[in-house]
Every structure is written in structure tokens, then in C-alpha cells.
């Protein structure tokens, strides 16, 4: 059995999933382990997080039991943690350190964890998972008018991620890397590609994109908050191309998108632990444009 662990922001949640879904198409027993938003957990932690993988509509998946888990990684209680301490060898846990592991998918009998963002794990089940993630309709007729418009015209996404990437210690992991730079560059190259394109401009910092990018070929998408701000990935999804932040948000944005012709960009690295080398992030993330921070079209 393949058990693989829930956690994280929606971006992650999805990615987790659509790893899920690999193994499934691949044959295998698998399930996830959704433990992590349990009550108890999320009290443990600065920023609680909500199995958003429970708004979209039937979206099926079958979870772990307790004893699925302990099997494979050991149980909560005292037996559990001695064998961890005294018996390490009995786990069978695989925990993401690089970008792309090769010779994941053909594990079994373990239990997995980490974000799994790299497109090349599930890229070519995209379609059906793109079938399979189905967002609820909308209680707020601004989306629906917004995305029939969308649909009707040369539209780009353009996703802006500050609020907690300025933090200090998310900005030395995060920050640097979608620079106004990148931004200018990526938007250039859709105007190069695109006649009369319209860009509609996602942000968690609404005041600053309304000053950055003022004009009547950009439109500020204030309308989701709270719990319905996953709405903005919907929005996104139904963009023709998509400029992406360093993050997972936005990158499932491009993912569900159906145009067939669609431009997706996105930052060379996501983290500044990271370094881009072209040749492989082109065979990880076929079909992407990758610009730099000093705004370079690699």
C-alpha cells in the first residue's frame, strides 16, 4: 500500500492528490493520510489550514486508517515511538528532498510525504485530473460574469504573492525571486505573443497591484476572500495564459486550464534554496516559459 500524507496550503493539497491520482492510474493500492488537519494537530500550529481538498465537488479519494499508518510508520502511542527509536529499520516512510525523485513511482509499502510540485510525477494524467478537480458552482454572480468574460477574450492571469513572503524569515527563503523585473518581462512576452491581451491581476495585497498596475489593459480581481478566495484559482483556470508567482496557488491555475494553446509562466526557481539548470527544468516542467529574477527569459 501506498499511503501519501495531506498537508499544507491548496496548492499543496492538490499537488499531494494528483500524486495520489498517479498511483491510482499506475495500478496501485494507495491512500491518503489526512491526518494532519485533525483538530488536535492544527492546534500545534502559528497558520491553521483546512483540507481544502473538501470544497471542490466529488472529488473521491480513500484515506488511511490508524492501523494503514501505524503499519508503515508506527503508531502515536508508546509502542509507536519505541519502535521508531529502537526499530527504525521496520518503518517504511520516503520523505521529498529534491525536486524530482525517479524512482518514486515505483515504490510500495511506504508511506510518503512532501510537495511533490514537479509537473513530470502526474503531467501526463493532467487532463483527467483536470476533469476530476471540479470546483462548486459560485454563490457570488461576480465570478461566473467574470470568468464568461474571461473565456471571451485574449485573457492572462497574473499572480502577485506577498502578505506572508515578506515576513523576514519567509523572505530569505521566497522573497528576490518575483521581482518587478520578472513581472515587466513576463508581461512583455504575452504582448509580443498576444494580440490585445487583458491581464487580470490576483494578489493577497490588493492596494499594492492597484498601484502597480493601473490602465485598461489590467483588471485588479478583488471579489473572493476568506474561504472563497480558492475561487481565484477558478479564475485563473479560465484565463487563456497565466503569469505565475512562486507559487503552488497560482501553478495549479495554469494546470487547470484547458485552452490547448495556452502560455504558462512562471519564476526559474521557487525557492532561494533552489538553482535553475535549464535542460532539466524544461524535461520536470515541459510546455513552461521560465524567466529569472533580473527578468531574463531563460
Known amino acids: ?27 496501485r493500492e494507495a491512500r491518503l493520510d489526512v491526518s494532519w488537519f485533525d483538530e488536535k494537530n492544527q492546534e500545534k ?28 510508520v508506527g503508531g502515536e502511542g508508546l509502542s509507536g515511538k519505541l519502535r521508531r527509536k529502537l ?13 524530482y525523485h525517479p524512482q518514486l513511482l515505483s515504490m510500495d509499502n511506504v508511506y510518503i510525504s512532501g510537495h511533490f510540485a514537479c509537473e513530470k510525477y502526474y503531467a501526463d ?34 499572480h502577485v504573492r506577498r502578505g506572508d513572503y515578506l515576513d523576514e524569515e519567509n523572505k530569505k527563503l521566497f522573497g528576490g525571486i518575483c521581482t518587478d523585473s520578472y513581472y515587466d518581462c513576463a508581461v512583455n512576452m504575452i504582448r509580443e505573443a498576444v494580440p490585445d491581451p487583458h491581464f487580470y491581476v490576483f494578489s493577497d495585497d490588493i492596494p ?8 485598461n489593459e489590467f483588471t485588479i480581481v478583488d471579489i473572493n476572500h476568506g474561504r472563497d478566495s480558492f475561487y481565484d484559482m477558478w ?30 509562466v512562471r519564476p526559474t526557481i521557487h525557492k532561494n534554496s533552489q538553482s535553475f539548470i535549464k535542460r532539466e527544468m524544461e524535461d520536470l516542467w515541459k510546455g513552461w516559459h521560465f524567466i529569472n529574477p533580473d527578468g531574463k527569459v531563460m
Open 125 to 158: 494524467i493532467m487532463f483527467s485530473l483536470q476533469e476530476k478537480i471540479q470546483f462548486p458552482e459560485s454563490k457570488n454572480p461576480l465570478n461566473h460574469e467574470m470568468a464568461q468574460e474571461m473565456r471571451k477574450r485574449p485573457s492572462v492571469s497574473i
Open 87 to 99: 526499530l527504525p529499520f521496520t518503518l517504511h516512510r520516503f520523505q521529498e528532498s529534491e525536486m
Open 1 to 27: 500500500m501506498i499511503i501519501i500524507q495531506v498537508a499544507g496550503g491548496l496548492g499543496n493539497q492538490l499537488q499531494q492528490y494528483a500524486l495520489y491520482r498517479k498511483f491510482v492510474s499506475l495500478g
Open 45 to 72: 500550529m502559528s497558520a491553521k489550514r483546512e483540507l481544502e481538498l473538501n470544497y471542490f465537488d466529488r472529488l473521491l479519494y480513500e484515506t488511511c486508517t490508524a492501523e494503514e499508518k501505524a503499519h508503515l
Open 208 to 215: 499594492y497591484v492597484k498601484e502597480k498596475y493601473q490602465g
Open 235 to 264: 479564475l485563473m483556470s479560465n484565463c487563456k495564459h497565466n503569469i505565475c508567482a512562486n507559487s503552488t496557488f497560482s501553478f495549479w491555475g495554469a494546470r487547470l486550464n484547458k485552452n490547448e494553446n495556452k502560455i504558462m
